[in-house]
């Protein structure tokens, strides 16, 4: 009696050939001995040793086929979008049906997966007419900016109904009789789909003609209280949630369970040694962005299309375009902004680095029963993470319009050196660069287990008004205080959330000067901190330059440049004093490093010392 063959199809380039060995590892580890399986890889310039690797995991029931399909895409390579790290191979999936017109149905798999059930279950599932079975996409299912994307501009009726296209049960008779590849190729002249690319394609041909299957086909490694880890049929590794690239993605030791059987496994390691920390953080940085072109497209829909077909757009560019800060420079710059310019030049001239130059609001004694530094209360924990909320929406906010922009990111690896809690101190120029501090230790994965607690001024905490008020006193803030009762509770605090490895952002600079690019001369007190609990300080400088966005004040946005720097750990062998001298000025001269490095010009100020006083006084002299 003849066996039925399962047709399953992968899509790669030559550098994902060791995962799909991984893939296929597992596939035929757990898949039923009953049926016959034939595998095609579609593939452009996979190299011959890799493919003669592959091919080692035919077996009786087992045929593996490699297709190149160079010359299938040269034919629409120009019209084949992609984007970060999408390839063309991504697209390979949109052929089968017209490639292979002698099967009736197919499985296609992404080879970032680890199969742990039985694939004959997949392919057995009934399509009826349905064009595709698959999974709805987790990445869709618990992000609101993604919801509305897969409804307003993908166009399917329900954003539940978004399937992820890396596990699919393709009904190839019905997908011919739909003309798939044609309507496909229309659409890929017409429409542009920038955020999942040939998934969405997917989704807005197969409307109304996808039969949705259960998540453990497709389980993605985020967090979901629905899944259960027996059930799981399909890990499926996507987006940035490589195993290979990060320690601590769910459901990896799947993936290292038949990584370790095949003949890649060294070279696996070898591509995971080498991801540095600024790889991963740009992986982390990418679903930002991704989340940012989703809302981008949903802004697109709407009102905004109506007027334009009524040839009204142009109209309402120019009549807003004047408050728009980035799309036009005739903003007048801010008075305000101007006067705390001078104001800055006035005060670096007297050489009062401390002060500062914004009008800040008057002063009340913060007294030990108006604070509680280490959230001890219930009311306070959850002020807190209501606060920690609102201020992390208030950031994407920021990131969004372009009011806070984070260019780049130098030394990510440094932060691997932090081992236990750390005063961080970085200069203070903004009302908003703590917010960079905080994203970019959290998009850095340092922070899942810790938390980052800024120090603040006294009145920033007891009178300061509306909505930043209600940040400053519940996001994880430690106030100064006048009052010395409070200042005892406020150092025992310090010590207990040092001694619990989390980390403290203080601004040694002690003033805050608006765009200011220079280091300022440090105060004492975080090294104090630092040296009294015996933990390192890692300095953060940011640099900055001017972007192209104007903003509400007349002045352009500033791109900036974090530097993290290597922390500078207390030296065990001397006194609290000693190290506090020695690392406040190690910090500084590493600043000065970074400051002179980015802006190719050595550090000066503008000071009038003593001295200099003098001697003019001499020449003037000398001149009557």
Same mark, same amino acid.
Request: proline fraction near 4%; glycine fraction near 4%; include cysteine.
């Given at each position: 009696?003849?066996?039925?063959?399962?047709?399953?199809?992968?899509?790669?380039?030559?550098?994902?050939?060791?995962?799909?060995?991984?893939?296929?590892?597992?596939?035929?580890?757990?898949? $039923?001995?009953?049926?016959?399986?034939?595998?095609?890889?579609?593939?452009?310039?996979?190299?011959?040793?890799?493919?003669?690797?592959?091919?080692?995991?035919?077996?009786?029931?087992?045929?593996?086929?490699?297709?190149?399909?160079?010359?299938?895409?040269?034919?629409?390579?120009?019209?084949?979008?992609?984007?970060?790290?999408?390839?063309?191979?991504?697209?390979?999936?949109?052929?089968?049906?017209?490639?292979?017109?002698?099967? *009736?149905?197919?499985?296609?798999?992404?080879?970032?997966?680890?199969?742990?059930?039985?694939?004959?279950?997949?392919?057995?599932?009934?399509?009826?007419?349905?064009?595709?079975?698959?999974?709805?996409?987790?990445?869709?299912?618990?992000?609101?900016?993604?919801?509305?994307?897969?409804?307003?501009?993908?166009?399917?009726?329900?954003?539940?109904?978004?399937?992820?296209?890396?596990?699919?049960?393709?009904?190839?008779?019905?997908?011919?009789?739909?003309? &798939?590849?044609?309507?496909?190729?229309?659409?890929?002249?017409?429409?542009?789909?920038?955020?999942?690319?040939?998934?969405?394609?997917?989704?807005?041909?197969?409307?109304?003609?996808?039969?949705?299957?259960?998540?453990?086909?497709?389980?993605?490694?985020?967090?979901?209280?629905?899944?259960?880890?027996?059930?799981?049929?399909?890990?499926?590794?996507?987006?940035?949630?490589?195993?290979?690239? &990060?320690?601590?993605?769910?459901?990896?030791?799947?993936?290292?369970?038949?990584?370790?059987?095949?003949?890649?496994? *060294?070279?696996?390691?070898?591509?995971?040694?080498?991801?540095?920390?600024?790889?991963?953080?740009?992986?982390?940085?990418?679903?930002?962005?991704?989340?940012?072109?989703?809302?981008?497209?949903?802004?697109?829909?709407?009102?905004?299309?109506?007027?334009?077909?009524?040839?009204?757009?142009?109209?309402?560019?120019?009549?807003?375009?004047?408050?728009?800060? $980035?799309?036009?420079?005739?903003?007048?710059?801010?008075?305000?902004?101007?006067?705390?310019?001078?104001?800055?030049?006035?005060?670096?001239?007297?050489?009062? &680095?401390?002060?500062?130059?914004?009008?800040?609001?008057?002063?009340?004694?913060?007294?030990?029963?108006?604070?509680?530094?280490?959230?001890?209360?219930?009311?306070?924990?959850?002020?807190?993470?209501?606060?920690?909320?609102?201020?992390?929406?208030?950031?994407?906010?920021?990131?969004?319009?372009?009011?806070?922009?984070?260019?780049?990111?130098?030394?990510?690896?440094?932060?691997?050196?932090?081992?236990?809690?750390?005063?961080?101190?970085?200069?203070?120029?903004?009302?908003?660069?703590?917010?960079?501090?905080?994203?970019?230790?959290?998009?850095?994965?340092?922070?899942?287990?810790?938390?980052?607690?800024?120090?603040?001024?006294?009145?920033?905490?007891?009178?300061?008004?509306?909505?930043?008020?209600?940040?400053?006193?519940?996001?994880?803030?430690?106030?100064?205080? $006048?009052?010395?009762?409070?200042?005892?509770?406020?150092?025992?605090?310090?010590?207990?959330?040092?001694?619990?490895?989390?980390?403290?952002?203080?601004?040694?600079?002690? $003033?805050?000067?608006?765009?200011?690019?220079?280091?300022?001369?440090?105060?004492?007190?975080?090294?104090?901190?630092?040296?009294?609990?015996?933990?390192?300080?890692?300095?953060?400088?940011?640099?900055?330059?001017?972007?192209?966005?104007?903003?509400?004040?007349?002045?352009?946005?500033?791109?900036?440049?974090?530097?993290?720097?290597?922390?500078?750990?207390?030296?065990?062998?001397?006194?609290?004093?000693?190290?506090?001298?020695?690392?406040?000025?190690?910090?500084?001269?590493?600043?000065?490093?970074?400051?002179?490095?980015?802006?190719?010009?050595?550090?000066?100020?503008?000071?009038?010392?003593?001295?200099?006083?003098?001697?003019?006084?001499?020449?003037?002299?000398?001149?009557?």
């Amino acid at each position: 009696m003849n066996r039925e063959t399962i047709p399953i199809f992968f899509a790669i380039d030559n550098g994902y050939t060791k995962f799909l060995a991984v893939a296929l590892q597992s596939l035929l580890d757990n898949a $039923s001995k009953e049926y016959d399986y034939s595998i095609k890889v579609l593939h452009t310039n996979v190299e011959e040793d890799n493919i003669k690797k592959i091919k080692k995991f035919e077996k009786s029931n087992v045929n593996i086929e490699f297709v190149d399909l160079n010359y299938y895409i040269e034919k629409i390579k120009d019209k084949l979008y992609t984007r970060d790290y999408y390839s063309s191979s991504t697209y390979f999936r949109l052929f089968i049906p017209e490639l292979y017109p002698q099967y *009736n149905k197919a499985i296609y798999l992404d080879s970032d997966i680890i199969v742990l059930g039985d694939i004959s279950e997949l392919y057995n599932i009934d399509l009826k007419k349905n064009l595709v079975a698959a999974a709805p996409d987790d990445i869709i299912q618990f992000n609101k900016v993604f919801q509305d994307y897969a409804e307003k501009v993908v166009g399917v009726a329900k954003y539940q109904n978004y399937f992820n296209a890396g596990v699919l049960l393709m009904n190839l008779d019905e997908l011919r009789k739909f003309h &798939f590849q044609d309507k496909f190729c229309y659409l890929l002249g017409t429409v542009k789909y920038s955020v999942a690319q040939d998934q969405d394609y997917l989704n807005r041909l197969c409307k109304g003609r996808t039969k949705i299957i259960g998540r453990q086909w497709d389980v993605m490694p985020i967090v979901n209280e629905d899944t259960k880890e027996e059930n799981i049929k399909i890990v499926h590794y996507n987006f940035a949630y490589k195993p290979w690239h &990060f320690e601590d993605v769910p459901y990896n030791e799947y993936f290292w369970k038949y990584a370790k059987k095949t003949e890649f496994y *060294n070279d696996i390691l070898k591509e995971k040694d080498s991801y540095t920390e600024e790889d991963r953080f740009k992986d982390r940085e990418n679903e930002n962005v991704l989340r940012e072109l989703a809302q981008k497209e949903c802004d697109c829909v709407g009102d905004d299309r109506y007027l334009a077909e009524k040839g009204m757009i142009k109209k309402l560019y120019e009549k807003t375009k004047s408050k728009l800060g $980035s799309s036009s420079n005739n903003v007048e710059k801010s008075p305000d902004r101007l006067e705390i310019l001078e104001e800055i030049e006035r005060l670096e001239r007297e050489g009062k &680095f401390d002060v500062d130059p914004e009008k800040d609001p008057p002063t009340i004694e913060l007294t030990p029963d108006k604070v509680d530094y280490l959230k001890s209360k219930g009311t306070s924990r959850l002020m807190t993470r209501f606060a920690n909320k609102a201020g992390e929406l208030f950031l994407n906010e920021l990131l969004r319009k372009n009011k806070l922009i984070i260019k780049q990111v130098n030394g990510v690896e440094n932060l691997n050196l932090l081992t236990k809690g750390a005063i961080i101190t970085c200069n203070h120029f903004n009302p908003f660069d703590s917010f960079t501090v905080e994203k970019v230790l959290r998009s850095s994965g340092k922070m899942k287990k810790r938390k980052l607690y800024k120090v603040i001024r006294e009145g920033n905490y007891t009178n300061f008004p509306g909505f930043y008020g209600f940040l400053f006193r519940n996001c994880d803030t430690l106030p100064l205080s $006048s009052n010395l009762k409070t200042m005892s509770i406020f150092m025992k605090a310090v010590t207990e959330i040092l001694n619990k490895g989390n980390y403290i952002l203080i601004y040694p600079e002690q $003033s805050l000067w608006w765009n200011y690019r220079k280091p300022k001369p440090l105060k004492n007190g975080a090294f104090k901190l630092a040296a009294k609990n015996n933990v390192p300080v890692l300095p953060i400088f940011i640099t900055m330059q001017d972007s192209d966005i104007i903003g509400d004040d007349g002045f352009p946005v500033q791109e900036y440049i974090v530097n993290i720097a290597q922390p500078i750990f207390p030296d065990e062998n001397l006194n609290v004093k000693q190290n506090e001298e020695i690392m406040k000025e190690k910090n500084f001269e590493t600043w000065k490093e970074i400051y002179e490095d980015f802006y190719k010009i050595p550090l000066t100020y503008t000071t009038i010392t003593k001295e200099q006083v003098i001697d003019d006084e001499r020449e003037a002299d000398n001149l009557l």
